[in-house]
């Protein structure tokens, strides 16, 4: 891929290419890093994009954040389901982070899928229940709370948005 500062993903065999991130979303990218792996169990990694996560020979993304196995980490890729994955929505990635990602992530077992939208600003939880997505937690603005899945973890939307740190 030309090193031109787009992410490239490829879906079903078919390149996919979206733009730099914009600082916000990098805002929130950090943040959900930090809280993430201050609570992390040590057979667990969290790692912020650029990680491909390959989910078939004709499918690899490259979501935001992406917690997985330590032993499922190659060295140039997440080999196998990962336990976590977060996108944060973007006018430009916003309809394949809602429809595509989430039903490819769904049907490869993925049994967490977090959604993270700096507009309202909103985190939506989802987990798999009998192979399909639900919405386990949804919280929006000032309100802290403790997510559980993967493991226990304190966030606020409105603090992963904040333009300094609390």
């Avoid at 996560?53 to 954040?65: E, G, K, R």
């Avoid at 798999?128 to 939307?157: K, M, N």
Wanted: proline residues 11%; aromatic residues 4%.
């Amino acid at each position: 891929m030309p090193d031109d500062g787009h992410r490239y993903e490829l879906v079903d065999g078919t390149l996919v290419m979206s733009p730099s991130p914009r600082p916000l979303h990098q805002r929130i990218v950090a943040r959900l890093l930090i809280a993430l792996t201050m609570n992390c169990p040590e057979h667990l990694e969290v790692l912020p994009a650029p990680v491909d996560v390959v989910l078939s020979d004709n499918t690899v993304f490259i979501p935001d954040v992406v917690i997985g196995r330590r032993e499922d980490f190659t060295p140039t890729h997440l080999a196998g389901v990962p336990e976590l994955v977060v996108e944060v929505l973007s006018p430009s990635t916003r309809l394949v982070d809602l429809k595509l990602k989430r039903a490819k992530y769904q049907e490869a077992g993925c049994p967490n899928y977090w959604l993270v939208d700096p507009a309202l600003p909103e985190l939506r939880c989802l987990a798999l229940r009998d192979g399909v997505y639900s919405q386990i937690l949804s919280v929006v603005g000032d309100e802290i709370v403790e997510v559980c899945e993967p493991f226990p973890t304190l966030l606020s939307p409105a603090q992963l948005v904040a333009p300094h740190g609390r």
